[in-house]
Nanobody, 124 residues
Framework: QVQLVESGGGLVLPGDSLRLSCAAS????????MGWFRQAPGKEREFVAV????????SYADYVKGRFTISRDNAKNTVALQMNSLKPEDTAVYYC?????????????????WGQGTQVTVSS
């Protein structure tokens, strides 16, 4: 069992940066691939980024590639999402999720545990 708590969301201007954090409690954090997803009003939840168990591999959705960076610290049981050059279309609730299967999935249904989400609003 893993409990995930996101933090760091807020209201920012277009072009600004924001750093989301996800703190995990429970056992064996390093046995989970960790992903970030987001869901805007009226839209389905979509993949943002994923990091492998040891942090050595990352993958991004095309719409955030080059602007967002995912990282993890297994000693502190945390995963972060650094978001730069934010756009209004990045506005959404952002969720971190844990996947205990081997690999780095982009499919929300593959993930076993989810946080409650943190709101990110990009608006002038």
């Amino acid at each position: 069992q893993v409990q995930l708590v996101e933090s760091g969301g807020g209201l920012v201007l277009p072009g600004d940066s924001l750093r989301l954090s996800c703190a995990a409690s429970g056992r064996d954090f390093s046995n989970y691939a960790m992903g970030w997803f987001r869901q805007a009003p009226g839209k389905e939840r979509e993949f943002v980024a994923v990091v492998s168990r040891n942090g050595g591999y990352t993958s991004y959705a095309d719409y955030v590639k080059g602007r967002f960076t995912i990282s993890r610290d297994n000693a502190k049981n945390t995963v972060a999402l650094q978001m730069n050059s934010l756009k209004p279309e990045d506005t959404a609730v952002y969720y971190c999720a844990a996947d205990r299967t081997i690999g780095t999935s982009r499919v929300a249904g593959q993930y076993d545990y989810w946080g409650q989400g943190t709101q990110v609003t990009v608006s002038s």
